[in-house]
């Protein structure tokens, strides 16, 4: 499984898991393929953050399928 804390392992289109703001402390995880990766560094150690095509924006936390 890829590492969703790497940018380069993160592109449009890809189905990923991520965790919003609001749901930090319970780790509830939210499902949707990436419309825009929103962290510019390489790496981050609580997942690159991403756009959703559904419009949530949040944090990588698995990377579901790869196309």
């Known amino acids: 499984m890829r590492d969703g804390r790497i940018r380069k392992n993160i592109r449009i289109g890809l189905g990923v898991a991520i965790v919003l703001k609001k749901d930090q402390p ?3 995880l939210t499902r949707g ?11 981050h150690p609580h997942g690159i953050k991403v756009l959703l095509t559904c ?11 790869d196309e």
């Open 26 to 28: 319970a780790g509830t």
């Open 55 to 65: 419009g949530l924006v949040g944090r990588v936390q698995q990377i579901c399928e």
């Open 33 to 43: 393929r990436v419309a825009e990766i929103l962290t510019n560094s390489p790496t």
